[in-house]
Nanobody, 124 residues
């Protein structure tokens, strides 16, 4: 099994930047499709970005295209989310997730393992 730990969240002003990290334990990380999801208060959890196991396929939600960048370093068992030009509507708990088989999917039920989440708050 894989254990995921997110870090890097915090409070940032609109227009600012943050980089989230997701460190995985377990050998299956390197062959897993990974994704970042987020959940704002009162809203459903939604996908932010996904990345295939060798980073050959990347997908973004329309709301973050051009502002967020997902990446991974399989040698370090780590996935990243670089977030630029943050907006108040980006405020949410951000989760990393992995799926053992298949490509990127936008439905959270498709993912096999999850981190505990990290809070991102965008406010002046």
């Amino acid at each position: 099994q894989v254990h995921l730990v997110e870090s890097g969240g915090g409070l940032v002003q609109p227009g600012g930047s943050l980089t989230l990290s997701c460190v995985a334990s377990g050998r299956t990380f390197t062959t897993s499709t990974m994704a970042w999801f987020r959940q704002a208060p009162g809203k459903e959890r939604e996908i932010v970005a996904g990345i295939s196991w060798i980073a050959s396929i990347i997908d973004y939600a329309d709301s973050v295209k051009g502002r967020f960048t997902i990446s991974r370093d399989n040698a370090k068992n780590t996935m990243y989310l670089q977030m630029n030009n943050l907006k108040p509507e980006d405020t949410a708990v951000y989760y990393c997730a992995g799926k053992l088989r298949g490509g990127i999917r936008r439905t959270q039920s498709e993912y096999d393992y999850w981190g505990q989440g990290t809070q991102v708050t965008v406010s002046s």
